[in-house]
């Protein structure tokens, strides 16, 4: 929206700003990170929860959340028959697990998540802070 009729000087509109589109997908202190270790494979909720200690149970339910409802990761609930002594079903009920994954369009990000990432590598180091290599 331009302001004042002027060619140059634009109003800031969030809803159409591309820059404030990808960052309500990506820029929450978790997305980033939660990206990148789906970026190597799937993932069950426990194994992402171990993998970043330092997020909550609440807060990795609602990124998860977030971030199916914006196509980025895929949820699959998979269904195990429980294991039995006597070999039958015996009515013990399976096991539940749900398994994240990106989706095509997740994957999509990549260029620009690795970008950042690399941009974040050089910031450390003018810091004087080593960062882990990045592995793409």
Request: net charge positive; aromatic share 8%; glycine share 12%.
């Amino acid at each position: 929206m331009k302001a004042n009729n002027s060619p140059d000087v634009y109003v800031y509109d969030p809803d159409r700003c591309p820059w404030t589109a990808t960052w309500r997908v990506i820029g929450q202190k978790w997305k980033g990170i939660i990206w990148w270790r789906l970026s190597n494979g799937i993932g069950r909720f426990g194994e992402l929860q171990r993998a970043i200690p330092q997020i909550t149970k609440k807060v990795l339910t609602q990124q998860l959340r977030e971030m199916v409802r914006d196509g980025i990761v895929g949820r699959r609930v998979v269904e195990q028959a429980a294991k039995s002594a006597g070999g039958g079903s015996g009515g013990h009920r399976g096991l539940t697990m749900v398994e994240y994954s990106l989706t095509e369009y997740g994957r999509s990000l990549a260029p620009a998540i690795e970008a950042i990432c690399k941009w974040g590598a050089r910031h450390l180091e003018r810091r004087c802070v080593t960062a882990p290599p990045i592995s793409t």
